[in-house]
């Protein structure tokens, strides 16, 4: 079998550009869990996800900027 002309396929990654991060970046970066996640933007504690197609990305700067929020508060 000639491996030369077959197609590589991409494998699947964490989409991070620097700027945006997707769900399970998210919640590695507040240590919760994506349901957790949701009930917090869903009750207005946490910032609103931006949506590409179905799929949930926040700006880091965002989720960085609630962090600090919340450890200045306690």
Same mark, same amino acid.
């Given at each position: 079998? =000639?491996?030369?002309?077959? %197609?590589?396929?991409? %494998?699947?990654?964490? +989409?991070? =550009?620097?700027?945006?991060?997707?769900?399970?970046?998210?919640?590695?970066?507040?240590?919760?869990? $994506? !349901?957790?996640?949701? @009930?917090? *933007?869903? &009750?207005?504690? +946490? %910032?609103?996800?931006? +949506?590409?197609?179905?799929? $949930? *990305? #926040? +700006? @880091?700067?965002?989720?960085? @900027? #609630?962090?600090?929020? !919340?450890? &200045?508060?306690?």
């Amino acid at each position: 079998m =000639d491996t030369a002309n077959t %197609p590589k396929k991409t %494998p699947k990654r964490i +989409f991070s =550009d620097g700027k945006r991060v997707c769900a399970a970046e998210a919640e590695g970066m507040v240590c919760a869990s $994506r !349901q957790t996640i949701t @009930r917090w *933007y869903g &009750s207005g504690k +946490f %910032p609103d996800p931006h +949506f590409i197609g179905q799929r $949930r *990305y #926040w +700006f @880091r700067s965002e989720i960085e @900027r #609630w962090l600090e929020e !919340q450890t &200045s508060a306690a």
